[in-house]
């Protein structure tokens, strides 16, 4: 079974621009949350999408913002950037079962992309 | 605001040793803690405690949950140089919409294990 997928690997952008970071889920996962880990930080909790809508979000800026498409794959932007943003971005995925607003499975992680802002 | 603390920040053993990793935690409307482990990228989970389930081993690691002090333990014995990683505990609560799927993580503990 494929783990949750990101891309890229690797991001270099420049202050003022915008990048987009992408994710798969585990199949049969309809669940998708977004952390950034910065350099010497925790994971930092970002947003979580489920069955296609915002869920919650973490106390981010709105420049940072997100979408889930049908297929339950999820999109993150971030623009405007500064170099504070500069940081690993991981995304998880889980199940979730329906008709509750949460369940005892856990969040699995992809390996992540690294922002660089120059 | 949900909050996890992590002790020792950093810890330096020798092959065959045991180490226990502590974790407290502060957080609205407990519903689970998890701890992962983190070497080069994706944090890889290891165990979910809840109030059903406060007590998980997968062999040589293992995990405890006291809710009545808010903390858990992560236990590992005869340590081996592919344990050295960096340890996160996180918590999930519910929050104000009824709904959790919120994880506050704790900084982690490094683990490294000498030969």
């Known amino acids: 079974e494929a783990g949750v997928t990101q891309s890229p690997t690797h991001l270099i952008k420049t202050r003022g621009q915008q990048a987009t970071l992408r994710c798969s889920p585990i199949?049969?996962?309809?669940?998708v949350y977004w952390y950034q880990q910065a350099l010497g930080l925790g994971l930092q909790f970002l947003l979580w999408?489920?069955?296609?809508?915002?869920?919650n979000r973490g106390n981010f800026p709105p420049r940072f913002s997100g979408r889930q498409f049908p297929n339950y794959s999820s999109e993150l932007n971030v623009n405007a950037l500064e170099l504070e943003d500069s940081a690993l971005y991981l995304c998880a995925s889980s199940l979730m079962i329906s008709g509750r607003g949460w369940s005892n499975q856990p969040q699995h992680f992809g390996d992540g992309t690294r922002l660089s802002i120059l | 605001e949900d909050k996890v603390v992590q002790s020792p920040l950093s810890l330096v053993v020798h092959e065959g040793d045991t180490v226990t990793l502590n974790c407290s935690y502060e957080?609205?409307?407990?519903?689970?803690l998890l701890w992962y482990k983190q070497e080069k990228k994706a944090p890889t989970f290891l165990f979910m405690l809840t109030s059903s389930g406060i007590e998980k081993k997968s062999g040589r690691l293992s995990s405890i949950l006291d809710k009545k002090e808010l903390s858990s333990i992560l236990n590992i014995t005869a340590t081996q140089t592919g344990d050295s990683a960096i340890y996160l505990c996180a918590v999930e609560g519910v929050i104000s919409s009824g709904s959790a799927r919120q994880l506050t993580f704790g900084s982690g503990t490094q683990l490294t294990v000498l030969p």
């Open positions: 199949s049969g996962h309809t669940s």
């Open positions: 999408y489920d069955e296609g809508e915002e869920r």
């Open positions: 957080v609205t409307n407990f519903r689970s």
